[in-house]
């Protein structure tokens, strides 16, 4: 069972440069969310979708974007990247808009460094 | 503004309990969060409480107290496996996660 899959594992990136963090989900969830954690800190909401085709700011939106064309997918956009946004990133999904018990089913992660 | 407390780390001994503690305050309540990540990986969901009480799942319990905006993790016989820190998370009124620091617990054999 495959359920959130995120890619690439781990990336090095020049500060500057563009990436795309990708996020793939086969539960069928409606609810979608990228997270940023950092050492000594909670994790942080960046972007959110409650449904294919919209989506919505999270608590640390700058710098980042993403879109929802369908259901499953869900890739995070970094369009230039800086040192701080050097960080783990997860994507996670939840089968509604949070709004039952709101569990979070969490991808592997992505270990970003930006340098 | 919007926050969570609970303990940076905690130390407990291989078949004792510990608990952990949660304090938060959010704009509105739609529930408290408790999941488990080990080092290196994601979190995975353990509990969730919106009415007080204690709810219990195996060695697992989690505790609410709405009047005094407070939680905790009860972990009872433990092992070596429950090494890993602990993540407190409040639901605002608008459905929103308000994420604790995470509690990293040792178990020392």
């Known amino acids: 069972t495959a359920g959130i899959t995120q890619a690439p594992t781990s990336q090095i990136l020049a500060a500057g440069r563009s990436m795309t963090l990708r996020c793939t989900q086969d539960?069928?969830?409606?609810?979608m969310y990228w997270y940023r954690q950092d050492l000594g800190l909670g994790l942080r909401l960046i972007h959110y979708?409650?449904?294919?085709?919209?989506?919505g700011k999270g608590e640390v939106p700058d710098g980042y974007s993403v879109s929802r064309a369908n259901t499953d997918d869900f890739p995070l956009t970094l369009a230039s990247a800086v040192p701080s946004q050097t960080s783990v990133y997860f994507c996670?999904?939840?089968?509604?808009?949070?709004?039952?018990?709101?569990?979070?089913?969490f991808g592997e992660g992505s270990r970003l460094t930006v340098l | 503004g919007q926050n969570i407390d609970q303990p940076t780390e905690m130390t407990a001994t291989e078949g004792a309990i510990v608990q952990i503690n949660c304090t938060y305050q959010?704009?509105?309540?739609?529930?408290l969060f408790w999941y488990q990540q080990h080092a290196g990986e994601a979190p995975t969901f353990l509990s969730y409480n919106v009415l007080d009480g204690l709810e219990e799942k195996g060695r697992f319990s989690s505790f609410l107290s709405r009047s005094k905006g407070y939680s905790y993790l009860l972990l009872k016989e433990l092992q070596m496996k429950d090494s890993a820190s602990y993540l407190c998370a409040a639901m605002d009124s608008n459905y929103q996660l308000i994420w604790g620091a995470g509690t990293k617990l040792i178990i020392k054999p």
């Open positions: 959010t704009s509105g309540f739609n529930g």
């Open positions: 996670a999904s939840s089968g509604s808009s949070g709004r039952d018990t709101g569990e979070l089913f």
């Open positions: 979708s409650n449904t294919a085709g919209t989506t």
């Open positions: 539960m069928r969830h409606n609810a």
